[in-house]
Each structure stands twice: as C-alpha cells, then as structure tokens.
C-alpha cells in the first residue's frame, strides 16, 4: 500500500508542503501512507466529499476500514488540514481541503472595469 500511496503522492507536486505538514502535525498515531491517500482523493476533487464518497475511493487504494478512514478525516480536522461544513439535518458533513488566502483570491473573479 505505501508503495501505491508515495506513487500518488509523487503526482502532488504544489501541495506537497501541505502533506507533509498533514502526516507530521497530526495528533493522532495513524498511518501516514493512509493520510497521503485522503489528502490525495481530496485534493483530486473540485468539490467537497462526504465520509461514504472518500471511503469509496479510499477502499480501492487499500484502506482498512470506512471506520478508519473517518478517524484519518477527523484527525487532520484537528490539524487544521481539511474543513467540515454541516449538510441537511443531523450529523452530515463533508470534507474539503483547506485552501489557502492566496489561493482564494486567485480563484476569484476580478470584476471588470466599467
């Protein structure tokens, strides 16, 4: 699986600041091989996920459990790596990467000039 993972995560080239500081801040005693696949799937979508979307994705890179990878997604909210934002009722929410001002500002449009 790590073999895979640093295979992906060679293709990471802009975002490889923000991973390493993912696998090395996290609070949590999980696998870093794991995180770089998350952090992967998430930087690969252009819109948030929910926890069933990223384990879909996750299971066919060889993730242990849907358990786990939720636990992965928690512990990089605490590390300040990934955003929640509450859908619907209840306690549903899906995850994006945190994105950075400069790359904010650079993804807005500029209003034209009258």
């Known amino acids: ?12 080239q802009s975002s490889a600041a923000g991973l390493q500081a993912i696998i090395h801040n996290s609070s949590s005693k999980t696998d870093p091989a794991a995180k770089a ?13 929910n926890s069933a979307q990223i384990w ?13 990878t939720k636990r992965l997604l928690q512990s990089m909210r605490k590390a300040g790596a990934v955003q929640t934002k509450p859908v619907g009722k209840g306690q549903n929410y899906v995850y994006a990467l ?11 449009p500029v209003p034209a000039a009258t």
């Open 56 to 68: 879909e994705q996750a299971e066919k890179a060889g993730l242990k459990s849907k358990r786990h």
């Open 1 to 12: 699986m790590q073999r895979h993972c640093l295979l992906l995560c060679r293709g990471i």
């Open 98 to 108: 945190k994105t950075s001002k400069t790359e904010a500002a650079s993804k807005t």
């Open 37 to 49: 696949v998350v952090y992967t799937i998430l930087s690969d979508t252009s819109v948030p996920l």
